[in-house]
Each structure stands twice: as structure tokens, then as C-alpha cells.
């Protein structure tokens, strides 16, 4: 009994790259629709981070702080941290003996830093224990401070801005400032010191991450 060869069994063509580079090819719309698409989802993408900016932009300024503590300056705002962060963040020693204290702090700006300003009164031993807590210079008239939000012109016997915050720029004025080499100097403390009462002095500080 005779045996017949086997029937020959069509075969597929062989095709190359992925199912995606298959409909490309075979129809460049794709390709078009692809492209259409990305843009668009850019374009929401961007959209969305606009709206919410803008948002941000025209929110009130978080100013929790000033409900909690009396001490903040009511011409302030955007006071979101405590004092006590505030002087724990720039190292400073408060005087326990602080009379007239008042503040405006805040952090999360456009580059997430702190901002301080503070004036307080305090005795000749409280200056001194201030200073030495907080590390800084005993001031001299001499010293220029150049990072403390202060003017320098025109002279003024006394304290300006809101609150009083801002120093007075007169004769009887000593200041004290980080030096950019010092630990500090990424967060400069920038200190202002009235001693027309030596007993009572009166202390500015301004400091800022840089």
C-alpha cells in the first residue's frame, strides 16, 4: 500500500515589531492621533498646575498665629508659625525678663523659608544673656548691618513701620549681624540695640533665610 506525501502546510508571513509599530505603519494617522493626543494631556497637565497657582496666589495669607497670640503685630500677616518655632529655627535665647514683645513670623514663602522680626525690652543682664544664648557679636556702632530689612536713610529717633518693628536710625543705635562664615550665615540674625536707657534697652531682631 502506497503511502502519499504529506500535503505541504501554508505558513504564515513572518512579522516583524510590535502590534503598535504594525498599525503605525499600516495607517501614518496613528501616528498623528498618537502625537494629537500627548499634546492635548500636556496641555490639561499644564492647565491644572495654572489654575491651582493661580488659586494659591489669591488665597488669603494663612494667619492663624495672630488669633492664638497676642504678641503678634496686628499690621502683620501671613503669621503661620509660633514665636517659639521662629526663635528655634534661627537659634536665638530669648530673655526670660522680655517686656513689650512683639513679633511677625512666617515660613513657606516662595522658596519655603523663615522669615523673623521681632523688638522686645529688656535689662542690661538680659541683653547680655540674649546675646551670648544666641551666639552674636556684642554691638558696636560701627557695625554695618546689610542684611536686616532696615533703611538707612533718612535718620529717625524712633521706631518705624508696623508695630515699631522696624528700628530707629539714630546716634544712640548699636547693631550686631551673622558674618556670611559664621554658623549662621545661611540664616542671618541681624540685631539692633537702643541704648538711650542702657538699664531698659531696647532690641530689634530681623532674620531671614537667605
Known amino acids: 500500500m502506497s503511502m502519499s506525501p504529506p500535503s505541504p502546510q501554508p505558513t504564515l508571513p513572518q512579522l516583524s515589531g510590535s502590534e503598535d509599530d504594525r498599525v503605525l505603519t ?17 496641555i490639561l497637565a499644564m492647565a491644572g498646575w495654572f489654575i491651582w497657582a493661580l488659586s494659591q496666589a489669591f ?20 503669621n503661620n508659625i509660633t514665636l517659639a518655632d521662629a526663635t528655634s529655627h534661627f537659634e536665638l535665647a530669648l530673655p526670660k525678663n522680655a517686656t513689650h ?3 511677625a513670623a512666617s515660613a513657606g514663602g516662595m522658596q519655603g523659608e523663615y522669615d523673623l522680626s521681632l ?8 541683653l547680655a544673656s540674649f546675646l551670648a544664648g544666641s551666639h552674636l557679636a556684642n554691638p558696636t556702632a560701627a557695625t554695618q548691618v546689610t542684611d536686616g530689612n532696615w533703611p538707612s536713610y533718612p535718620v529717625t529717633t524712633k521706631p518705624q513701620g508696623p508695630c515699631g518693628l522696624t528700628p530707629p536710625n539714630a546716634a544712640h543705635m548699636v547693631y550686631s549681624q ?3 562664615d559664621s ?7 541681624s540685631v539692633a540695640v537702643d541704648l538711650t536707657d542702657p538699664a531698659r534697652p531696647q532690641v530689634w531682631v530681623d532674620a531671614t533665610d537667605l
Not at 59 to 78: E, I, K, L
Not at 119 to 126: D, K, N, P, Q, V
Open 26 to 42: 499600516r495607517d501614518p494617522s496613528a501616528a498623528v492621533i498618537w502625537v494629537v493626543a500627548a499634546v492635548i494631556v500636556l
Open 59 to 78: 488665597d488669603p495669607p494663612d494667619n492663624h498665629v495672630a488669633a492664638q497670640d497676642s504678641r503678634v503685630c496686628a499690621g502683620t500677616q501671613g
Open 101 to 103: 514683645l512683639t513679633f
Open 119 to 126: 523688638r522686645f525690652t529688656t535689662t542690661s543682664a538680659g
Open 178 to 180: 551673622d558674618s556670611p
Open 183 to 189: 554658623p549662621m550665615g545661611g540664616s542671618p540674625r
